[in-house]
């Protein structure tokens, strides 16, 4: 029968699988513990009669495995241990009771378990009936007693830092000596019972305290011991996400800051973040919402600039503010010019792929692979690829190879494994002297970076590595990041980084993610058609009294730097849509103002208001100046146009500025939403449904989608 | 010797002899069951621990309605199930994983048994709950339908549908694998 092949050899394999006999001394520690937690509970019972198995419980929930404690801690004195055990059970149980308590303590750094040390505090101060101790002052009590604990923590640790792991018995009696500062931890754990201690029952105590002292080197040092263990995942990893907070941009006066200057920002890699935790139905932190690039996600259809030399211009639109009656947006919209696949320029890729031990997760360093992988496709046969990793130190995995050998580059990548420490400052260097080596003048030379972003070895300094980064990058190799995986994402390191690296920054959450950067938007995600692009604009004072720049908080420009080509700002790849959003007060028309005119300075204005010139006085709310670099130039080229009040926008254009409102007015309720007055994730929904378009690839159908989300799940916050 | 039940007994009203007594006796059942869960004795010591300390804590309840063993191989069910919960969070989930940690079983004329039986022991974790130790208690441990049934508190027809769900599975999965 056929069935013979997996069900009868299913039950064959597991009738056949026998046990190994149990092992002694695992045997006896088992028991040990099982009898002083036995002595614990019927101690604590006999003192307090009933009802407390119920509040105990409450402490010891969940698994908490205590590491393994290895040792061949004296065979012999167990016995002496045993029955000390056995005769005083109430210290033996005490003891425990302490060390459940330090237990908790080195637990709760390396573990967030279900376990609440407050309760202890709770119950026990339930349970003293019989002892009229204040609630305040039994908590005075545990908070030396928790200081207690550190000290003999650090004494421990000290020791074990200074001894092998393997402890020899001399020294656990120099640790038996400390216990004198532990007796009041003893006693003030155990109040109930403390005039019952007398002399020989310290000493049975201070017994008990070392095999104690015993268990907490062990616990210590069982990482010590255990170098295999896998690197913990996920559960330390949790909110430890590095984001830079930046105050959202203000409202200005046009009468006395009249123009705004800031740098382009192409990245995406906020809105992916944000993506992926509202996917998780947890509500997103303010700082990982940046606006800009919350709208820059998204491709929009502007006119395309037609020539290479002339990489793009600029299209504005002016709406009705959605969420300010009487306000308006005006969005400056640019679409850099496509390569056509034909004129690419070759590429010389270094990929730095980060392989410490946090990149060992799903999200993490296999979907790096399968990004690379993605990449491949995209290339052409002739570009080469250089691939160096780095964990505890970094090193070159292939050298540079032609994208045609398709196979040695995969083998290559397959190969990587997740392991150690992060030296990203020298994998960085690494990545620098490998593109260096194989730089090309006519390629686009160019590292790609993919990590988590946790640099905990070498250069940490994220100045430093800027500055490191900013020299590179006048040698003409730029630097592009890709964030992976959550928990642990250092967004405002990638992010300095890429800036400063004149490269984009994206984050991947997914597969599709992978496929949209490196795949949908290869063309942009490679090759740079402009650098250094920075706008200015000037508002008109007697059209428009307020401003305000919707986001680009982090790339603010002073006046003067815009002029100035060496100031650095950001890039444009083939393709990219650049969507910069202001937000307008008109004047007159009974719109109120949201700041009050002052009462002694009119004249000031007025002044202001005279020296315009007339003609475009009335029909202009400003000018818009765009300055950018070729990729091989060092000299910026300016191009200027007019935000005229009576402009009429195309059906198309109208439509692609009304969904990045839409996106813009999602982003600032993410993050609280100050200029917004009452509009709400359902006027998002609405506008942005109304204004889909085509959606080729989905991603706004998406957004709509994201958009519920966060409505979900800001009405459970 | 006293009977099991009269150690118990005092066990429950906190005669610390009496309990390491049931221990000492008991261990060794705990541990073997946990090794079949496990299917690696570090793991195994480590569950089984877990489970001497839970029974320290939760002998009060026992009330002698039931087989006192039968109780206790619940009470290392759901010990084990919490390690499963931990262990889930510590590791991918791939059994590929853990390779280097072995299954010290001497196997020496089959030594891809091992293998096979962490795979199996894996795949059983996802299956539905109660698949596990269904299939460990009947096949591994060798009790009767209506032992598992009583021992896991449900009716016999539940334990002859789960194996039976756990076979097809199987089938459809391994096919000829195992």
């Not at chain 1, 009429?648 to 007015?665: I, P």
């Not at chain 2, 769900?165 to 000829?176: A, D, H, N």
Request: aromatic share 8%; hydrophobic share 35%.
């Amino acid at each position: 029968m056929k069935d013979d092949q997996s069900p009868d050899s299913l039950e064959k394999l597991l009738s056949d699988m026998d046990s190994p006999p149990s092992d002694k001394n695992a045997k006896k520690r088992a028991m040990n513990l099982a009898m002083a937690e036995f002595n614990q509970q019927h101690n604590v019972k006999n003192s307090v009669k009933r009802n407390i198995e119920k509040n105990n419980k409450k402490n010891t929930q969940g698994f908490s495995f205590l590491p393994r404690p290895i040792s061949n801690f004296l065979t012999a004195s167990r016995m002496s241990i045993m029955k000390a055990l056995n005769n005083k059970l109430f210290y033996s149980g005490v003891a425990t009771l302490s060390v459940a308590v330090m237990g908790t303590l080195i637990f709760q750094q390396t573990y967030q378990a279900p376990i609440d040390p407050t309760s202890m505090t709770v119950d026990e101060s339930v349970h003293l009936e019989e002892q009229p101790l204040s609630f305040a002052e039994k908590k005075k009590e545990l908070g030396r007693e928790s200081k207690d604990q550190a000290r003999l923590r650090a004494e421990v640790e000290k020791r074990i830092a200074t001894t092998a792991p393997v402890v020899s018995e001399p020294e656990l009696f120099e640790i038996t000596s400390d216990t004198s500062q532990i007796q009041p931890l003893v006693q003030s754990a155990a109040p109930v019972k403390n005039k019952r201690l007398n002399t020989e029952a310290g000493a049975a105590a201070s017994v008990e305290i070392k095999a104690d002292s015993q268990k907490l080197l062990a616990i210590s040092s069982s990482p010590i011991q255990a170098p295999d263990i896998l690197p913990p995942q996920g559960y330390n990893e949790e909110g430890r996400d590095k984001f830079e907070s930046v105050e959202a941009n203000p409202i200005k006066l046009v009468s006395e800051e009249p123009v705004s200057t800031f740098s382009i920002d192409v990245d995406t890699a906020s809105y992916s973040f944000v993506r992926r935790q509202l996917n998780q139905g947890v509500f997103p932190q303010k700082s990982a919402v940046r606006i800009e690039e919350m709208v820059n996600y998204f491709d929009y259809n502007y006119p395309l600039a037609e020539t290479k030399a002339e990489p793009f211009k600029p299209s504005i639109t002016v709406q009705p503010s959605p969420w300010n009656s009487g306000k308006k947006l005006v969005h400056i919209g640019v679409k850099g010019y496509d390569i056509p696949r034909a004129e690419q320029p070759r590429s010389n890729l270094v990929l730095l792929l980060d392989v410490s031990g946090s990149m060992n997760s799903a999200d993490k360093l296999p979907l790096v692979k399968q990004s690379m992988s993605m990449l491949l496709d995209t290339l052409h046969p002739e570009d080469t690829i250089a691939i160096a990793v780095y964990a505890g130190a970094a090193g070159q995995v292939l050298a540079p190879t032609p994208a045609k050998d398709k196979q040695t580059i995969l083998n290559a990548l397959n190969r990587l494994n997740a392991g150690g420490s992060t030296a990203g400052g020298q994998g960085i260097k690494l990545a620098y002297q490998l593109a260096e080596a194989n730089f090309n003048k006519e390629a686009v030379n160019r590292i790609i970076l993919a990590t988590d972003g946790d640099f905990n070895v070498g250069i940490r300094n994220s100045e430093e590595l800027k500055g490191f980064v900013e020299r590179k990058r006048e040698q003409g190799v730029f630097l592009s990041v890709l964030g992976f995986g959550q928990g642990n994402y250092n967004d405002q390191l990638m992010q300095a980084l890429a800036q400063n690296g004149n490269g984009i920054a994206a984050y991947i959450d997914s597969v599709r993610e992978a496929q949209k950067v490196l795949i949908d938007e290869a063309t942009s995600t490679l090759f740079p058609i402009a650098k250094d692009v920075k706008i200015q604009v000037e508002f008109n004072p007697s059209t428009v009294s307020e401003y305000r720049l919707v986001g680009y908080e982090t790339r603010h420009l002073n006046r003067e730097d815009f002029n100035n080509d060496k100031v650095d700002a950001g890039d444009i790849g083939a393709g990219h849509t650049v969507t910069a959003i202001y937000e307008i007060t008109p004047k007159g028309a009974g719109v109120s103002q949201s700041i009050d005119s002052l009462r002694y300075q009119d004249g000031a204005t007025k002044a202001v208001q005279i020296d315009a010139p007339v003609s475009s006085a009335i029909s202009e709310y400003g000018f818009v100046k765009v300055r950018y670099k070729l990729p091989t130039s060092d000299k910026s080229t300016l191009i200027s146009q007019a935000i005229s009040t009576d402009q009429v926008a195309t059906k198309e254009l109208a439509q692609e500025a009304e969904f990045a409102g839409a996106v813009a007015g999602f982003a600032q309720l993410l993050k609280g939403g100050k200029y917004l007055n009452n509009y709400g994730y359902d006027d998002v929904i609405s506008a942005a449904q109304a204004n889909k378009g085509a959606d080729i690839f989905g991603y706004r159908t998406e957004f709509i989608q994201l958009v519920r989300s966060a409505k979900t799940a800001s009405l459970i916050k | 010797m006293q009977s099991d039940e009269q150690l118990i007994k005092q066990a429950q009203a906190g005669n610390a002899e009496a309990f390491e007594c049931l221990l000492d006796s008991y261990y060794d059942t705990i541990f073997r069951f946990a090794f079949k869960w496990c299917g690696s004795r570090e793991d195994a010591e480590d569950v089984a621990q877990q489970a001497c300390i839970k029974l320290a804590r939760s002998l009060g309840q026992f009330r002698f309605e039931s087989n006192f063993s039968s109780w206790l191989y619940r009470l290392v069910i759901n010990c084990a199930k919490d390690w499963q919960k931990s262990q889930a969070r510590h590791q991918s989930d791939s059994p590929n994983t853990d390779a280097d940690q072995t299954i010290d079983v001497p196997y020496k004329d089959e030594p891809d048994k091992p293998i096979l039986i962490r795979q199996l022991l894996h795949s059983l974790e996802h299956f539905a709950d109660g698949m596990k130790e269904t299939v460990l208690l009947v096949h591994a441990e060798g009790f009767t339908h209506a032992e598992v049934a009583t021992i896991l508190g449900v009716k016999e027809s539940t334990i002859s549908w789960r194996l039976h769900e756990v076979r097809k599975k199987f089938q459809s999965q391994f096919g000829q694998d195992i």
